[in-house]
């Protein structure tokens, strides 16, 4: 199983608040593509030993890095710079979860990267919905595209790598923690 649903919906309330503060969304939504071509470069260079891993996390990175690039150019046209990394609150909360041992390490954060890109993918698709702009839509709905493919690369990994059972019973275990973080957070101008 690559796909999967969220167990809790993002609501409307939070494209409101993204969208009424776009520039704020834009400088975090700049800040999590470069994180993720980070993210993507770490795992290939843990990972030496896991061809496939880096064949897919190679080709992430540049795909992050061209929606940084993009993300960038729309910044720079409306006259704005990125800000100092903040700390994601939602991101750190899901890293906790994170087992220790090689083989569960693993499977543990290609789920919980496979979950941060599957919500990215529901919440760039809701900017699609609220914003005006066509060229802005047009972007936000392409990126959630792009958002489906990443969440579903981690979920053929985390497949090629451990056995099914084993996956989709963390999958349920983690999806039901960040359906708790998603609850609990203030919604803000950020994409998570």
């Not at 991101?91 to 220790?100: A, E, S, T």
Request: hydrophobic fraction near 40%.
């Amino acid at each position: 199983m690559l796909e999967y649903e969220l167990k809790t919906a993002t609501k409307p309330e939070w494209a409101e608040v993204a969208k009424s503060n776009f520039d704020s969304f834009l400088k975090d939504h700049a800040a999590c593509e470069r994180k993720a071509a980070s993210l993507a470069m770490s795992m290939v260079q843990h990972y030496p030993d896991k061809p496939e891993l880096i064949r897919g996390m190679i080709d992430l990175a540049i795909e992050e890095m061209a929606h940084f690039r993009e993300v960038m150019k729309i910044m720079l046209d409306r006259g704005l710079q990125q800000d100092n990394d903040e700390k994601d609150p939602y991101i750190n909360q899901l890293l906790k979860h994170v087992r220790k041992g090689s083989d569960v390490y693993l499977l543990d954060r290609l789920l919980i990267f496979s979950i941060v890109e599957r919500r990215g993918h529901e919440r760039f698709y809701l900017m699609g919905e609220v914003l005006e702009d066509p060229k802005m839509k047009d972007f936000y709905m392409r990126l959630a595209k792009a958002e489906h493919r990443h969440y579903t690369l981690f979920m053929k990994l985390a497949h090629q790598y451990f056995d099914a059972d084993i996956v989709l019973e963390r999958l349920d275990q983690l999806l039901n923690i960040e359906a708790e973080i998603v609850n609990q957070l203030p919604y803000r101008a950020a994409v998570h």
